[in-house]
């Protein structure tokens, strides 16, 4: 392993005995500093940033992960009010659960305690730099971050100001680090630090998740690509179902929530069709869709199968008709991530049997996919947002950061 990678490792597990072992009060006062420092460093971030969206343009990356890579004045004071947020919520560490007595006289609980060192691999956001911080230093865990090349210097810019606050309030600054080195052999080298590296979490897209996946030799959190669904049930609110499609579509595209596939009743396609068509044409939306989509929007392409899967982060929309609550069912979940999946219905039963049925993380009825975030949830932030079924499940806050040990009190009991 390169030397540079065996240092950053042995720092962080040297770092993981401090860190766990802060006060709250400690931990908090940290969050508030850090905050700080990021809008006293907004003009060095910018500039940082600016030359990463340059090169993005040049290298013709698509809007959609321009749109992630993009910070602004708005965008930092996002992330350091991000930061405030979750020095504001109530800390999972040392919570007791679940104490029991045994007829032997043996109390047994389990205590929320840290995961260690948390590796986290992600693409051009670099808003994640200081969320990922955030969240791992709240719940006592160190952070060690590799982000793309395409965000390198605007995560270097975010990542000093950090250290610079650590620092200053006297806690170790490896409480955080960032691998420099961009290489597909770094990468893969820090895949195998399991010595070092409690859990690894990937974000970005179905590419760099299955690399993860399939190379890691570290647990895995495998956070999902979004191939997210809306279903037009046959009893909706025609002007709600179309104000809930462009929000999810069009209101940010370049993100995992984003609606990228439409499902309409048969009974409704004459109406929606045309009226969300023309909306979708306003905000500049290609539609891909089946015969019927396309007999009835005059500017629809024909949908191919590779369609019903694809995860666009474009202005592109696929669009099929359906026969029933139960073809769209069945739809959703040959063709979905696990990620986000809405109904817009008025009928009770169609809903509820919606939200039984599908299988994803999060299931909407009559609201926008796009509300599948920690920030929106109420968890200040979050790591990523799981689509595995093990440990977490869905924006992933605080408590999806932790894990538990049993403890249990005695009086002098022995095993007979």
Same mark, same amino acid.
């Given at each position: 392993?390169?030397?540079?990678?065996?240092?950053?490792?042995?720092?962080?597990?040297?770092?993981?005995?401090?860190?766990?072992?802060?006060?709250?009060?400690?931990?908090?006062?940290?969050?508030?500093?850090?905050?700080?420092?990021?809008?006293?460093?907004?003009?060095?971030?910018?500039?940082?940033?600016?030359?990463?969206?340059?090169?993005?343009?040049?290298?013709?990356?698509?809007?959609?992960?321009?749109?992630?890579?993009?910070?602004?004045?708005?965008?930092?004071?996002?992330?350091?009010?991000?930061?405030?947020?979750?020095?504001?919520?109530?800390?999972?560490?040392?919570?007791?659960?679940?104490?029991?007595?045994?007829?032997?006289?043996?109390?047994?609980?389990?205590?929320?305690?840290?995961?260690?060192?948390?590796?986290?691999?992600?693409?051009?956001?670099?808003?994640?730099?200081?969320?990922?911080?955030?969240?791992?230093?709240?719940?006592?865990?160190?952070?060690?971050?590799?982000?793309?090349?395409?965000?390198?210097?605007?995560?270097?810019?975010?990542?000093?100001?950090?250290?610079?606050?650590?620092?200053?309030?006297?806690?170790?600054?490896?409480?955080?680090?960032?691998?420099?080195?961009?290489?597909?052999?770094?990468?893969?080298?820090?895949?195998?630090?399991?010595?070092?590296?409690?859990?690894?979490?990937?974000?970005?897209?179905?590419?760099?998740?299955?690399?993860?996946?399939?190379?890691?030799?570290?647990?895995?959190?495998?956070?999902?690509?979004? @191939?997210?669904?809306?279903?037009?049930?046959?009893?909706? &609110?025609?002007?709600? $179902? /179309?104000?809930?499609?462009? %929000? #999810?579509? *069009?209101?940010?595209?370049?993100?995992?929530?984003?609606?990228?596939?439409?499902?309409?009743?048969?009974?409704?396609?004459?109406?929606?069709?045309?009226?969300?068509?023309?909306?979708?044409?306003?905000?500049?939306?290609?539609?891909?869709?089946?015969?019927?989509?396309?007999?009835?929007?005059?500017?629809?392409?024909?949908?191919?199968?590779?369609?019903?899967?694809?995860?666009?982060?474009?202005?592109?929309?696929?669009?099929?008709?359906?026969?029933?609550?139960?073809?769209?069912?069945?739809?959703?979940?040959?063709?979905?991530?696990?990620?986000?999946?809405?109904?817009?219905? @008025?009928?009770?039963?169609?809903?509820?049997?919606?939200? &039984?049925?599908?299988? $994803? /993380?999060?299931?909407?009825? %009559? #609201?926008? *996919?796009?509300?599948?975030?920690?920030?929106?949830?109420?968890?200040?932030?979050?790591?990523?947002?799981?689509?595995?079924?093990?440990?977490?499940?869905?924006?992933?806050?605080?408590?999806?950061?932790?894990?538990?040990?049993?403890?249990?009190?005695?009086?002098?009991?022995?095993?007979?």
């Amino acid at each position: 392993m390169d030397t540079f990678l065996e240092k950053i490792g042995k720092n962080a597990k040297k770092a993981e005995c401090t860190v766990r072992n802060l006060s709250t009060g400690k931990k908090n006062e940290v969050l508030y500093a850090a905050a700080e420092k990021l809008l006293s460093c907004t003009e060095l971030i910018l500039k940082a940033n600016e030359e990463d969206v340059r090169k993005g343009k040049e290298h013709h990356m698509p809007e959609g992960l321009i749109d992630r890579l993009l910070l602004n004045e708005d965008r930092i004071l996002a992330m350091a009010d991000g930061l405030r947020q979750i020095a504001k919520l109530e800390d999972p560490i040392g919570e007791v659960t679940g104490m029991k007595k045994r007829p032997n006289g043996l109390l047994i609980g389990q205590k929320r305690v840290p995961l260690g060192v948390v590796g986290i691999i992600y693409e051009a956001r670099p808003n994640v730099t200081s969320d990922a911080f955030g969240l791992c230093f709240k719940t006592g865990n160190v952070a060690v971050l590799k982000g793309g090349s395409d965000a390198l210097r605007s995560n270097e810019a975010i990542v000093t100001c950090i250290r610079e606050a650590l620092r200053e309030n006297d806690v170790t600054e490896n409480a955080i680090s960032l691998i420099s080195d961009t290489s597909r052999e770094t990468a893969a080298a820090f895949m195998k630090m399991n010595q070092y590296v409690d859990v690894l979490i990937p974000r970005g897209g179905r590419g760099l998740i299955q690399t993860v996946v399939n190379t890691s030799t570290i647990p895995v959190i495998e956070t999902g690509t979004g @191939n997210c669904h809306i279903y037009v049930d046959e009893t909706a &609110d025609l002007q709600m $179902a /179309a104000n809930i499609v462009i %929000n #999810a579509k *069009t209101q940010r595209i370049g993100v995992c929530n984003a609606c990228e596939s439409l499902l309409v009743h048969k009974n409704v396609t004459k109406e929606f069709l045309p009226l969300i068509g023309e909306l979708l044409r306003e905000k500049n939306v290609e539609i891909r869709g089946d015969q019927e989509t396309q007999r009835l929007i005059a500017q629809a392409v024909a949908a191919s199968e590779e369609d019903w899967g694809t995860e666009y982060l474009d202005y592109i929309l696929s669009i099929k008709v359906v026969d029933s609550v139960e073809e769209a069912i069945a739809h959703i979940n040959h063709y979905n991530t696990g990620h986000s999946e809405a109904i817009i219905t @008025n009928n009770y039963v169609h809903a509820q049997k919606f939200l &039984d049925e599908v299988d $994803a /993380a999060a299931v909407y009825v %009559n #609201a926008s *996919t796009r509300f599948t975030d920690g920030q929106e949830f109420g968890f200040g932030a979050e790591i990523g947002i799981s689509t595995q079924k093990l440990h977490a499940r869905g924006p992933m806050g605080l408590p999806a950061l932790t894990t538990t040990k049993y403890i249990i009190y005695g009086n002098g009991q022995v095993r007979p």
